[in-house]
């Protein structure tokens, strides 16, 4: 019954987090400017700034992996963890905070992180190019 197709559920869940994530990555390759940005961040939390380049395995290779379905889950852990470097270096000042509509403050960071947890527990379903 397709009312009740978990797998059809699962490529929802999977293309809809990975594409959305894939254009934060794409965005960076258009303006690479911006891991200068990250790197500033990252030394002032006393890492090297080279680090930043793990953006892109985070919003780009993360995303891909879960779009087609090919090791979803290490793809969904990847981006989980992208999501809470990026939140302890940018956004956690704002953690308990609501935003300019009343929404939490971090409900974007909040859906990456927690729709990429879901993908690890989930896994890609049949729909995939290598099903988990």
């Keep these: 019954?397709?009312?009740?197709?978990?797998?059809?559920?699962?490529?929802?869940?999977?293309?809809?987090?990975?594409?959305?994530?894939?254009?934060?990555?794409?965005?960076?390759?258009?303006?690479?400017?911006?891991?200068?940005?990250?790197?500033?961040?990252?030394?002032?939390?006393?890492?090297p700034g080279a680090l930043a380049y793990g953006v892109y395995v985070g919003e780009i290779i993360a995303p891909l992996m879960i779009v087609l379905g090919v090791y979803c889950r290490l793809g969904g852990l990847?981006?989980?963890v992208n999501m809470l470097i990026a939140i302890w270096l940018a956004h956690s000042a704002d953690i308990f905070s609501l935003g300019e509509h009343g929404g939490w403050a971090l409900e974007l960071q909040g859906f990456y992180l927690?729709?990429?947890?879901?993908?690890?527990?989930?896994?890609?379903?049949?729909?995939?190019?290598?099903p988990d």
Excluded: N, Q, W
């Design 1 to 47: 019954m397709l009312l009740h197709d978990d797998a059809l559920g699962k490529l929802l869940i999977r293309l809809t987090v990975g594409g959305l994530l894939l254009f934060h990555g794409v965005a960076k390759i258009l303006h690479p400017d911006s891991l200068g940005f990250i790197s500033k961040m990252l030394e002032g939390a006393d890492l």
């Design 78 to 80: 990847i981006a989980a």
């Design 114 to 130: 927690f729709c990429s947890l879901a993908l690890v527990f989930l896994g890609s379903g049949r729909y995939a190019i290598k």
